[in-house]
């Protein structure tokens, strides 16, 4: 359910076989909840290309779009690389239990600091196509790969 679930992925199309090599979603309890809770995945081979940087774009407009304004993140304690992205993002950090690292996250204040770490302006195309995807009632961007029909 797209009110609930917003999804979007990675893959490499030209090669058949390739698994998708990221993933970014939100998740929330409720259709229209203005909650939710974060949550990103990339293959290892893939980390310090920008790739990251680029799913949270797209879900973090996507989530703007549809109404979502708080984020929960949990990540394990040990992944600086995750936990360094998240603060760059103006993630506040909630505190540490049982080995991991909590977080809370504004989507708006995370498109802020990605439109500030991307001066050649990369990622402002896409937070404009998704955010212009997102309105458009009957849309499924070809990424979103998650939780909805492929498109």
Known sequence: NPACHLGWGAILPEEADTPAIGAAHVLRSAPHSPDGELALALDDAWHGMGIAR???AAVMADAATRGVRHL????????????????????????????????????????????????AGRHAAVIRAVAAQASAADSRPALRIVGQEAA
């Open 54 to 56: 680029l799913l949270l």
């Open 72 to 119: 929960s993140l949990v990540t394990l304690a040990d992944n600086r690389r995750a936990i360094a992205l998240f603060t760059a993002l103006g993630a506040e950090h909630r505190g540490y239990a049982d080995g991991t690292a909590s977080f809370a996250l504004s989507p708006g204040d995370a498109l802020a600091a990605l439109r500030g770490r991307d001066p």
